[in-house]
Each structure stands twice: as C-alpha cells, then as structure tokens.
C-alpha cells in the first residue's frame, strides 16, 4: 500500500491500556487473543518468510491459510479465486482464498488482508512481520471465532487476497498494484455477489507495539463512524486517528464500484526517514516480529469483532 503523504494531527494520545487486562477481558467474553494471533503470526512467518509472486514460500503461506479451515474446506465454504495476472516481472499466477461463515441476514460482511510480501524485496531478508503476516493471522482467529460463535447478523466472508504489493521497482503505480482485490472485485460484480456486501473491511500493519490507526480518508464516513465507536466500545480510543491521510489500498476497487469500504491500518510504521520519504521499517529488512505485540493484536481483534456486531446493529 502506499500513503499520500501531507499528514495531517487529528488527535494525539497515550497508549495507555495494559496487555493483561486486555488480554483477560478477550478471555472473559470468549473473544479473540492477542496472544493467540501473535503466536499464529509467529508461525507464519516460520513457514513462509518469504511468499512473494511465484516463490515456494507463497506455496507455504497458502498452505498455512488452507490448513487452518479444514473444516469450512469440508464444509464447501473455502473458496479459492486462481487467476493470472500480467505484472512489470511477467506473468503471475495468483490465488485470493475465501471462507465464508454463513449469518441469518441477507448480506456479507467482507474482511480482508492480504498474505503475500512485496516481490521488489525478495532478495534482502522482508518477512513482512506487520506488513501481511500479522494481518493474515488476525483472519485466521477472526476465523476460528466465526467458527465458534456462528454469525447472527450478516454473513462473515474473510478475504485472504493475493498481489496486493506492487512487483515493479517503481512502487505502486497505475495498474502494478492490488491485482487481487482488483479480480475479485470484477468477479463478484459480475455475479452479483457484490450486491450483497455490506461492508468490506481491510486490515493491515496492526502489529507494532506503538500502532495507532489513521484514519483513512477514501474509507466510508459511516464505517469510520463505527470505528470510533468500536474504539469507545472496547476502551480502545486511544488507538485511534493520530493522523489522518488517504492510503491506496485493498479496498479501492470495492470503493470504486460502490462497496462501503474501511481501511483499517496504521501505516505510521517506525521514525520517518526523509532520505527515503517513508516510515523507517516499512518495506525494509527491519519489519521484523520484534516490532509486534500481543497488545496491538489485541486491540485490532476487539475492534474488529465490534465492527462486525455494529454492523449488523445499524
């Protein structure tokens, strides 16, 4: 994803809510860990390091996604959307991997992250710890939760997608970016499946032990509306709109077509480096799981889970 930058101070506060208390409150409401996705993230990242376009390790990570619903597998509700796609380093299959927990309404909420590090830095050592692993397996155990607590309200759809990264050297420019979201997004539209997304919701870089999520201005007003209110809801506001800024990412294409979209991410990622006009670990050998904690994990699964009940509430 890439910011555009002229950031703007809409806020600052303390992160002053404490991992333990968190992490028992998860427990108590039988809700997702913070603990549980960092260790999934750990695991991750040990399987497939490295799972650029066309590399063993994107093999690996789809098999880590694929190996975590085997039930839904058994069920019919795994779905995975093989396309090609033409890109500045020649032609690349790629896989979005899709599971569906079926609600009582008639309606999908979309939660999206992709899984794949960036192919322009697949000879340094990026394992991209917060920039697709960490996100990747936040799905994971929004999954097993959906699995555990069935959706009441609208459907939970999760949407693992595929060459969200640019794979020229340019960065993300024009069409050589977001290849994933962009199928799929085509496809659904031409099924009619896009008629029934309610919300599509993107997660990404939600790690860092000093996130804050922005707050992202191509996202739908009223979902970030909701977002503030989850923070409230959770007692996580202080996580919150530190600054404000448009951010091209996954869910543009849906945006394009009509999809109330949310982008929920912090893309303020280590001290800003002027040389190279861009946060200190983002897209270099320094996103590392070191920068993670269970209590930024934590708070992005409590978030989460409120947006999928405010959702179905509104």
């Not at 039988?30 to 390790?57: C, H, I, N």
């Not at 079926?102 to 917060?130: C, M, Q, R, W």
């Amino acid at each position: 994803m890439r910011g555009r930058w002229g950031l703007q101070v809409v806020g600052c506060w303390l992160l002053v809510a404490g991992c333990a208390g968190a992490q028992k409150r998860a427990a108590a409401a039988g809700g997702v860990s913070g603990k549980e996705v960092l260790r999934l993230t750990q695991e991750y990242v040990d399987v497939a390091p490295k799972r650029y376009l066309g590399s063993p390790g994107h093999a690996a990570a789809e098999k880590f996604i694929r190996d975590h619903f085997q039930p839904e597998i058994a069920k019919g509700n795994f779905v995975t959307d093989s396309f090609y796609a033409k890109t500045p380093a020649g032609q690349f299959g790629m896989d979005n991997l899709i599971v569906k927990f079926p609600g009582k309404k008639d309606g999908i909420i979309v939660l999206a992250s992709h899984y794949e590090t960036n192919y322009p830095l697949k000879d340094i050592h990026f394992i991209g710890a917060n920039d697709g692993a960490c996100t990747t397996a936040l799905l994971i155990a929004l999954g097993q939760y959906y699995r555990e607590h069935p959706p009441q309200g609208y459907s939970v759809w999760l949407l693992f997608d595929d060459g969200e990264e640019a794979v020229g050297n340019n960065g993300m420019v024009g069409s050589d970016q977001l290849y994933g979201v962009r199928h799929i997004a085509a496809k659904w539209s031409g099924d009619g499946t896009l008629a029934h997304v309610k919300a599509l919701i993107v997660a990404d870089m939600l790690g860092w032990k000093e996130m804050n999520i922005d707050h992202e201005d191509y996202s739908t007003a009223w979902l970030l509306d909701l977002l503030a209110r989850a923070g409230k809801d959770t007692g996580h506001s202080s996580y919150l709109f530190r600054h404000a800024l448009p951010i091209d990412d996954d869910h543009l294409p849906f945006k394009e077509r009509g999809v109330p979209v949310l982008d929920v991410i912090a893309y303020e990622y280590g001290p800003y480096d002027s040389a190279r006009g861009d946060y200190a670990f983002h897209h270099t050998d320094k996103d590392t799981m070191d920068k993670l904690s269970a209590q930024s994990l934590q708070v992005s699964a409590d978030l989460f889970v409120d947006l999928v009940k405010l959702i179905d509430q509104r």
